[in-house]
């Protein structure tokens, strides 16, 4: 993606990019390839949101006497009684 490359391991399941579409399957109905082939499915879909989009995080303060700020990487919290 744009922001980068991620690689990761995978077994038990077979994974097939066909025309931009990426499609995870698992050769038995095994407790431990079920399990495994929804993990994958999760880490894939993850790896390529995270390549393309980015990881960004937004909080909400709700209630009266908070106060949060950011100067760069630090944040600034008042909580409390003010």
């Given at each position: ?13 077979d994974?097939?990019?066909e025309?931009?579409n990426?499609q ?6 095994a ?13 894939v ?5 995270g ?22 990487q630090?944040?600034d919290?008042?909580?409390g009684?003010?």
């Amino acid at each position: 993606g744009k922001l980068g490359e991620l690689t990761q391991e995978f077994d038990t399941v077979d994974i097939k990019v066909e025309e931009g579409n990426v499609q995870v399957s698992r050769s038995t109905d095994a407790k431990a390839h079920k399990a495994k082939h929804g993990l994958y499915r999760a880490l894939v879909n993850n790896m390529i949101e995270g390549v393309s989009k980015g990881f960004t995080k937004e909080l909400e303060l709700v209630g009266v006497g908070y106060r949060a700020s950011n100067q760069g990487q630090k944040l600034d919290l008042a909580l409390g009684f003010s």
